[in-house]
């Protein structure tokens, strides 16, 4: 018999308490969850299609611009530093060897035009189309098939060891603090960015500069990516040529007097 002073049924029987479900809290959550996050994306896109590389080529374009603006920058500079210069010798109170020791320091240092003979070689990506041509060889990963950072330092390096009295890549003069970095298949050199195919020219001894390229252990590796996948690789004899001197800044955190 029931203890209820009302019958299972009877239109006087108080109401049942619910029990609590979690699963009705996890969905409600799970709604709200989303419709934030339409909300979200609603407000970032402001009617636009957020699927697309538009902001990537916004970026792209940001960039360029940058190198652009640094290149004028480093043209102004430049300038601003020959007036300097002319300045600062009128009376200077130097003797004649004081000028000279001045002048081989500067030619060292890289801030100076240098003229002799010299060579240019050329990187250049593969087709993107291209396969082994070879035997033996896979086929190439994308990897494969563009210039990397390695490749530029390797072949600077192998001029440095033959002797170079001073190297350009591209459109600038390299010195000691300048660094050869890849992001990508792009060049960033001293603030500017670079596209392949890349140029790399040295002042020194043309049959030094060549040993010494076809000594070195990287190239050699990279010779076979020529040879196999097709990657650019060119070396001329420019004969005379002039070197701009650098005309952008340095940011020297150690120094040392040089001997």
Request: glycine residues 6%; proline residues 0%; hydrophobic residues 40%.
């Given at each position: 018999m029931s203890n209820s002073a009302y019958p299972p049924g009877s239109e006087s029987s108080p109401v049942r308490r619910r029990r609590f479900r979690p699963v009705r809290v996890l969905t409600a959550g799970v709604f709200a969850l989303?419709?934030?996050i339409f909300?979200?994306?609603?407000?970032?896109?402001?009617?636009t299609?957020?699927?697309?590389?538009?902001?990537?080529?916004?970026?792209?374009?940001l960039v360029h611009e940058r190198s652009r603006k640094n290149g004028e920058l480093e043209e102004s500079n430049g300038a601003l530093r020959k007036d300097v210069e002319a300045l600062a010798q009128r009376d200077d109170g130097s003797t004649k060897a004081d000028d000279d020791r001045l002048a081989s320091l500067e030619k060292r240092a890289g801030t100076k035009k240098l003229k002799g003979e010299a060579i240019t070689v050329t990187l250049n990506d593969a087709p993107p189309d291209a396969t082994a041509k070879l035997p033996g060889y896979p086929e190439p990963q994308p990897d494969y098939l563009v210039i990397h950072q390695q490749d530029l330092q390797a072949v600077v390096n192998a001029m440095w060891q033959g002797g170079a009295e001073g190297i350009q890549v591209m459109d600038q003069r390299l010195?000691?603090?300048?660094?050869?970095?890849c992001v990508g298949n792009t060049l960033i050199l001293q603030g500017r960015v670079y596209s392949p195919p890349y140029t790399i020219t040295a002042v020194g001894d043309p049959g030094k500069l060549r040993k010494a390229l076809t000594a070195s252990p990287a190239i050699q590796n990279y010779m076979v990516y020529v040879n196999v996948y097709g990657l650019g690789w060119k070396v001329e004899d420019n004969g005379p040529v002039t070197l701009p001197g650098y005309s952008g800044t340095v940011d020297l955190h150690y120094a040392k007097p040089v001997e």
């Open positions: 989303a419709g934030l909300f979200t994306s609603f407000n970032t896109a402001k009617g299609n957020i699927r697309t590389d538009a902001s990537l080529l916004k970026l792209s374009d010195i000691s603090t300048s660094a050869v970095r």
